[in-house]
């Protein structure tokens, strides 16, 4: 049953949708109302499963939970599924069904783009619901309005939480001739790897789209690497800025590091990785922590409460935030992870 997986424990609800005329099919989680809605964007992806993709919506609501606590956010934390199914490839019909469906739970969720959305599908998701976020901004009239592709702003969150750690551990101010290895050149590994290039930093890049990965490493001077070969780079950081899980037993045992910060969700595959970065004196800076500057800017322009002045000074914090939970873990004894995890529980009351 739903209630006995290890992953559902806390949740407050999840809400399973099939639509026969378009085949959409969706899971919604809603981890925690507690500080406001359950925000957090959709993924479309084909699981080997239902039970995957339940499993998957659940953690990644959680994680929106803490992320959005610890971003001092008034919004709890959810996360939508979109199925990919072969016999029914993504349509606006489909992302209008969807749109029903979060219509019909009245708020307590709130969308955005997560792998496999764009800014175009939010606006199709647009036409049957406003609790959508992520929507391209209309023409330039207002340069400050917020909105669109969230990754920039998750890029500038990652780059001032990456600083706070090395300033922790190296002791060090800013990035001139800092190695740092950044693994996955999307939307927010390439903006981060601009900001890392122009601060002085020494670059290597891998993406498992070759082209891509030359060309960037062309404009900005990086050394490329296959893309298996990213996590064993001798750097002194490396930035997860592709999928999650990437942080394992399996992994590791060759990093070749001192820091780890970068962007992508869920990058340790279970909580205990966390202890085995800890045991091989390696420092984890929180994925969710530094990687919250893209839902800063998506709350920003769902509540209408501030412009992109507002959000870049919301985001500016996350390198003080990371700057005191490495400093708690350290006199805690405790590994950053469990550091994060109790002091967002505590900031959702739910320590
Ligand atoms: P994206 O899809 O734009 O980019 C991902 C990149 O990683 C692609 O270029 C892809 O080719 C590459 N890639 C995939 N597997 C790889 C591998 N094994 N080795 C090397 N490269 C690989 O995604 P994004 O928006 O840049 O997000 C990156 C990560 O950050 C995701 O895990 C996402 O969940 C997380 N994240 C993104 C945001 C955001 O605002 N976009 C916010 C928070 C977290």
């Known amino acids: 049953s739903v209630f006995d997986l290890p992953a559902f424990d806390d949740h407050e609800a999840v809400h399973i949708f099939n639509d026969e005329k378009t085949g959409m099919r969706a899971i919604i989680a809603i981890h925690s109302t507690h500080l406001g809605p359950a925000a957090g964007g959709c993924r479309y992806f084909q699981y080997a499963d239902s ?11 959680r994680g929106m939970s803490y992320k959005n606590a610890l971003a001092g956010l008034p919004a709890g934390g959810g996360k939508a599924v979109l199925i990919k199914r072969n016999a029914f490839p993504k349509s606006e019909p489909i992302l209008e069904a969807l749109g029903s469906a979060i219509n019909g739970l009245g708020g307590r969720y709130v969308t955005a783009e997560d792998v496999g ?95 891509r990965a030359a060309r960037l490493a062309g404009e900005l001077r990086a050394q490329v690497v296959p893309p298996e070969e990213i996590l064993a780079v001798e750097a002194d950081v490396l930035a997860p800025c592709a999928m999650g899980a990437v942080l394992n037993e399996a992994t590791i045992p060759d990093l070749n590091v001192q820091i780890i910060a970068g962007a992508a969700n869920n990058q340790l595959q279970r909580p205990e990785d966390g202890e085995r970065l800890k045991a091989r004196d390696i420092l984890y800076a929180p994925d969710y922590v530094v990687n919250a500057g893209g839902i800063i800017n998506v709350m920003a322009e769902y509540l209408g409460d501030g412009d992109t002045d507002a959000v870049m000074a919301r985001i500016v914090k996350i390198e003080d935030r990371v700057g005191e939970i490495l400093a708690r873990a350290d006199s805690e004894g405790e590994a950053t992870n469990l550091m994060a995890d109790r002091m967002a529980r505590e900031a959702i009351g739910r320590s």
């Open 51 to 61: 039970e995957a993709a339940l499993v998957d919506a659940l953690r990644l609501s």
């Open 117 to 211: 959305m764009t800014d175009e599908d939010m606006t199709v998701i647009s036409r049957r619901t406003r609790h959508v976020s992520g929507l391209p901004v209309a023409g330039d009239a207002d340069a400050k309005k917020v909105g669109g592709n969230p990754g920039p702003w998750t890029a500038e969150g990652v780059f001032l939480g990456m600083r706070a750690a090395v300033r922790h551990r190296l002791g060090r101010e800013g990035f001139k001739g800092i190695r740092v290895a950044v693994q996955g050149l999307g939307s927010v590994g390439r903006a981060l790897a601009q900001k890392l290039a122009a601060d002085g930093a020494r670059l290597t890049v891998a993406d498992i789209d070759e082209a």
